[in-house]
């Protein structure tokens, strides 16, 4: 994985929790820690993106479209 150098500020209190987690090996160093911490949260905000998105839709028009052509459909069918 290609990666890239920056510089971050960052509360004292919270780097010094951050060290803990490396101390404790919960993490290798502090750059693995913080990249799996943006990378959760990029993630996280994806999938709340997701779900505004659906709210926005109108559940009425949508089963109406999933529906379309399929009562035609059922005529064709053979009964069983």
């Given amino acids: ?3 890239s150098k920056i ?3 960052i509360d004292k209190n919270l780097l010094h929790r951050l060290d803990f ?3 404790s090996q919960r993490f290798i160093n502090r750059s693995r820690a ?3 911490a943006v990378a ?3 993630a996280r905000i994806e999938r709340s993106r997701l779900a505004r998105e659906c709210a926005k839709l ?3 028009f949508e089963q109406e479209m999933a529906e379309e052509g399929f009562v035609a459909e059922m005529d ?3 009964e069983y």
């Fill in 40 to 42: 959760e949260k990029l």
């Fill in 21 to 23: 987690l490396v101390k």
């Fill in 1 to 3: 994985m290609a990666t």
């Fill in 58 to 60: 109108d559940q009425k």
């Fill in 7 to 9: 510089a971050i500020t």
């Fill in 34 to 36: 913080i990249q799996e």
């Fill in 76 to 78: 064709e069918w053979p």
